[in-house]
């Protein structure tokens, strides 16, 4: 321990300024002082300070400390300047200049509001009269005094929409072969501003000459704004080229080609050869999703159209249940380029220019053809490339979640009972249409999309019910419960919530083939 002495030479260091001292500090936020203004401050016997006080030197700790006024201890100062405070605000201005405040910010407020409601009024008054009409690109337009009732029910119901922000596909623009502008008379729902911000990119990316489809698919994983996602889909399921310049006399290349294979097969699907496949076909139909799209005689004549051509044209597989269900999300998406609703399901179809029609079913043949290539061995005889996800699936969710896969095992529940279909049908009879789109958007923006990374998908998709699950504790209701899980009410933050842990899951064993072995 140090003598006394030594303490003593501490605290004779030199320096005049010592830490914890309070000085007068004059400059922009402290003027000079001046003894007129603030004569209160000064107490009796005290002459104002001029110039900063030089400290005297102390030479011990006592003298230090009576010398040293603490930042946080409360002086007699406070007191003061709450009493010259007091003195010099007048109560009875203060309370008029807040009344003033409130009156003119509820002025402003009410002439906001007024303003409003006119410009609603004038809108109405002017576009009351208003029928469905054509733009010059063939796009069908509500009148504008539909838009206002649909758009009062929109703001109804605008705070539940905001949480799930994109449960339903965004408006679509008219077709994008000539550009992405706008029907001038198109009425669209308001877009957020992450919304708006992605919507920007991806029209900055696809304005290029040449469209960089790497950039384009990283973009797209999260999601595609509907508004664009028509050309999206062309370009990323390979319909379209890169380049923007070759795009259109490619799509009339293709179109013209499907209408060929029309004219020169369709007329066949009554013939002995043929009958079957188109029989099967017309039984399958009805049984799509949704219900008001497959009751359309319109829709149901393209899909027949659609289904039986590629039949025709792929011997090796030909027609198979559940193919028929892959043609939905593309005609959907493709119906969604030249209309205004925002329930597409729910529009009638057969309202659209007949050129418009041939578009959109050429363009939903060629990009089914596309999904197909990578899959077909899902739909070749005995189905083997189903068989073997299914069981690559079981391998998977032993991986990951043992007790599940211990349960559905306890209680006799195979894999095929229920991934089966997940795996004919990407998952398109367990989420709604809406969230089936979504899922694509990511499924096209995958390496593999629709065969590798689907595994994956059902993989998070079983483990996502894990506790009603492991409830259940009989086979049937198992079973009944895998084979009608209770999705309904899915938006876009569910499907990327699986999509998020799917990737998650392909991160960690695609690169390590053995998790599929025992």
Known sequence: MASDGGRKQFWKRSGAKVPGSIQHVYGAQHPPFDPLLHG??????????????????????????????????LG??????????AENLNTEVVMETAHKVIQNHSKLQEQHKFQE????????EEFAQLTPV??????????????????????????????????????????LASGMAD??????????????SRLDKFKQLLAGPNTDLDELRKLSWSGIPKRVRPIAWKLLSGYLPANVDRRESTLQRKRK?????????????????HQDTYRQ????????????????????????????????RHPASGYVQGINDLVTPFFVVFVC???EEEEVENFDVSSLPEEVLQNIEADSYWCMSKLLDGIQDNYTFAQPGIQRKVKMLEELVSRIDEQVHRHLDQHEVKYLQFAFRWMNNLLMREVPLRCTIRLWDTYQSEPEGFSHFHLYVCAAFLVRWRKEILEEKDFQELLIFLQNLPTVHWGNEDISVLLAEAYRLKFAFADAPNHYKK
Request: aromatic share 8%.
């Open 337 to 339: 380029e030249y209309i």
């Open 117 to 124: 409601e006119h410009l609603q009024e004038e809108k109405q």
């Open 281 to 312: 076909i017309h039984i399958d139909i009805p049984r799509m999703s949704p219900e008001v799209l497959r009751l359309q005689p319109k829709v149901t004549e393209i899909f027949e159209r659609i289904l039986f051509i590629w039949a025709i």
């Open 40 to 73: 209160t401050l000064i107490k009796p016997g005290s002459k104002p300070p001029t110039t900063p006080v030089k400290l005297k030197k102390v030479s011990t700790f006592q003298e230090f400390e009576s010398n040293t006024s603490d930042a946080w201890d």
């Open 183 to 196: 029907c001038s008379t198109s009425v669209t729902p308001a877009l957020t501003e992450r919304e708006a």
């Open 76 to 85: 007699d100062d406070d007191d003061e300047l709450l009493a010259i405070a």
């Open 257 to 273: 080609e499907y209408f060929a294979f029309v004219e020169q097969y369709y007329d066949s699907r009554n013939d002995e050869n």
């Open 134 to 175: 054509a733009c010059g690109d063939n796009r069908l337009v509500k009148s504008v005094s539909e838009g206002h009732t649909s758009s009062s029910l929109d703001n109804a119901s605008e705070n539940s929409s905001m949480q799930r922000s994109q449960s339903l596909p965004q408006t679509c623009i008219p077709p």
